[in-house]
């Protein structure tokens, strides 16, 4: 069974620049969500899709993160404009629904120089 | 299967007090225990352990993970009416390659009343 996928795996921008993630969730999980983890931390949720619905995304930093998920199937993050604060992994992950078990994929790492 | 519980499902204190939030585990390929705090929607992290014996501290919270015996504990000392909140503990496991996933135990509801 293919798990999680994302892309890209690495991305190195300039501040101010826009980046954009993608998610491919495992087949049949309803439930979506996006991590931020910062070095040493655990992943800290972004936001969370029920289908195509945005049901928490009361920690997205509104003003420069936007996120969809259009199809109800895969899903796009984007930073616009990115700031040195933001250099952190990107995770995505997927579950049957609501906390039940997540399964994450390899995560976007993210430089913002 | 993994499997993450937590006890006790629900407590009620009164301020002033100090708890001790517990978290067991049966897992394969433990990478990692967090434990996140949610109020009224998206859990807000605390903590990640990884090493047995080493004591992780932020204010009036503490957590301690003993790999021998799988189990963590969250300690909230001096409790506040603004520590009532579920309490959630979660373990990493990797599942092969840059895999891995994370699984919630079901949360301790906390009360804390002035």
């Known amino acids: 069974e293919a798990g999680v996928v994302q892309s890209p795996r690495y991305k190195i921008i300039e501040k101010k620049q826009p980046v954009a993630f993608w998610c491919n969730p495992i087949?049949?999980?309803?439930?979506l969500y996006w991590y931020r983890q910062n070095l040493g931390q655990g992943p800290e949720l972004l936001i969370r899709y029920e289908n195509e619905e945005a049901v928490d995304d009361s920690q997205l930093p509104k003003d420069r993160f936007s996120a969809e998920r259009l199809k109800g199937v895969d899903s796009t993050l984007k930073i616009q404009p990115a700031e040195l604060g933001d250099s952190a992994v990107y995770l995505c992950?997927?579950?049957?629904?609501?906390?039940?078990?997540?399964?994450f994929g390899p995560g976007t790492r993210l430089l913002v120089l | 299967e993994d499997k993450v519980v937590q006890s006790p499902l629900s407590l009620v204190v009164h301020e002033g007090d100090t708890v001790t939030l517990n978290c067991s585990y049966e897992?394969?390929?433990?990478?990692?225990l967090l434990w996140y705090k949610q109020e009224k929607k998206a859990p807000t992290f605390l903590f990640m352990l990884?090493?047995?014996?080493i004591e992780k501290k932020s204010g009036r919270l503490s957590s301690i993970l003993d790999k021998k015996e799988l189990f963590s504990i969250l300690n909230i000392t001096a409790t506040q009416t603004g520590d009532s909140a579920i309490y959630l503990c979660a373990v990493e496991t990797r599942s092969g390659g840059s895999n891995y996933k994370l699984t919630f135990g079901k949360g301790t509801l906390l009360t804390v009343n002035p």
């Open positions: 990884t090493s047995s014996g």
């Open positions: 992950a997927s579950s049957f629904g609501w906390w039940e078990t997540q399964y």
């Open positions: 897992v394969t390929n433990f990478r990692s």
């Open positions: 087949s049949g999980h309803n439930t």
